[in-house]
């Protein structure tokens, strides 16, 4: 009686090109009788790789808060000693001119899960600074921030994204009554502790509206000057914030 054993076995060698290039399959059949040795048959085939068999590459998920040097999650608040918030308009179509508002507050709360994360900023509109008493009377009044019927200038944000390297803040900005979409352009400047004990973050952000939308829209022509005003309807609004970690508060 012949007993023949199978024994197969295969060899992968790699030829080079990425992981999907063909792979060379060694088979080997050995056939052995009990009595005498049988011919060794040996198949040597080319085969391609089906669609399982291919290597896939699983990107691993890394949160956009763990880019960003020194991290710390939790709840701010704005240090408006150390902060500053300000607008440039242009005046003449030639130049620019430069305000501020000097009484704010906010609260920014950071989390690793940038869906939890926010920004609440209050503006006191009476506060406006250009350096030039006349000219901030005139800004508070009914031709332009009309701070005796509004008082407060908000933000709230709805959305905190991240893009890479690059932060955006998606919010609802009110001005003058009107309540418009705008997204802040943000560049986190870093996480310290202070010389008190405490801890402080940096941002800086930078956005640009069009003052019309707000019912911001007093405005008049330039004598000589072709279709040209003496303001422009673009306004950029900056904000350079330092802000301190309120200890002890937990994040929502």
């Given at each position: 009686?012949?007993?023949?054993?199978?024994?197969?076995?295969h060899?992968c060698l790699?030829?080079g090109g990425?992981?999907?290039?063909?792979?060379?399959?060694?088979?080997?059949?050995?056939a052995?009788?009990?009595?005498?040795?049988?011919?060794?048959?040996?198949?040597?085939?080319?085969?391609?790789?089906?669609e399982r068999?291919k290597?896939?590459e699983?990107?691993m998920?890394?949160?956009?808060?763990?880019q960003?040097?020194?991290?710390?999650?939790?709840r701010?608040e704005?240090?408006?000693?150390?902060s500053?918030v300000?607008?440039?308009?242009?005046?003449?179509?030639?130049?620019k001119?430069?305000?501020?508002?000097?009484r704010?507050s906010?609260?920014?709360?950071t989390d690793?899960d940038?869906?939890r994360?926010s920004?609440?900023?209050?503006?006191e509109?009476?506060s406006?600074?250009?350096?030039e008493?006349?000219r901030?009377?005139?800004?508070?009044?009914?031709?332009?921030?009309?701070?005796?019927?509004?008082p407060?200038?908000?933000?709230?944000?709805?959305?905190v994204?991240?893009e890479?390297?690059?932060?955006?803040?998606?919010?609802?900005?009110?001005i003058?009554?009107?309540?418009?979409?705008v997204?802040?352009?943000v560049?986190?400047?870093?996480?310290?502790?202070?010389?008190y004990?405490g801890?402080?973050?940096?941002?800086?952000?930078t956005?640009?509206?069009?003052?019309q939308?707000?019912g911001v829209s007093y405005?008049?022509?330039?004598?000589?000057?072709?279709?040209a005003?003496?303001?422009?309807?673009?306004?950029?609004?900056?904000?350079?914030?330092e802000?301190v970690?309120?200890?002890?508060?937990?994040?929502?």
């Amino acid at each position: 009686m012949l007993k023949q054993l199978y024994v197969s076995f295969h060899v992968c060698l790699r030829i080079g090109g990425p992981p999907s290039a063909p792979v060379v399959v060694i088979a080997v059949a050995l056939a052995e009788s009990v009595r005498s040795a049988a011919p060794l048959n040996v198949l040597i085939a080319i085969c391609l790789p089906s669609e399982r068999s291919k290597t896939q590459e699983i990107p691993m998920t890394v949160s956009p808060a763990a880019q960003i040097p020194g991290f710390i999650a939790g709840r701010w608040e704005i240090d408006p000693v150390h902060s500053e918030v300000s607008f440039v308009v242009r005046h003449m179509v030639v130049s620019k001119v430069r305000g501020r508002f000097d009484r704010f507050s906010g609260t920014i709360v950071t989390d690793e899960d940038f869906a939890r994360s926010s920004v609440n900023v209050t503006i006191e509109a009476s506060s406006v600074n250009t350096n030039e008493p006349n000219r901030d009377n005139h800004v508070r009044s009914a031709d332009f921030l009309d701070v005796e019927n509004f008082p407060s200038i908000t933000f709230q944000s709805t959305v905190v994204r991240s893009e890479g390297d690059r932060f955006s803040i998606d919010g609802e900005l009110t001005i003058r009554g009107a309540t418009r979409p705008v997204t802040l352009d943000v560049e986190v400047n870093g996480f310290t502790p202070d010389p008190y004990g405490g801890t402080r973050a940096g941002f800086s952000a930078t956005t640009e509206i069009n003052r019309q939308d707000f019912g911001v829209s007093y405005n008049g022509p330039i004598p000589g000057a072709n279709n040209a005003m003496v303001l422009s309807d673009r306004v950029t609004l900056i904000l350079e914030v330092e802000a301190v970690l309120q200890s002890g508060v937990p994040v929502a």
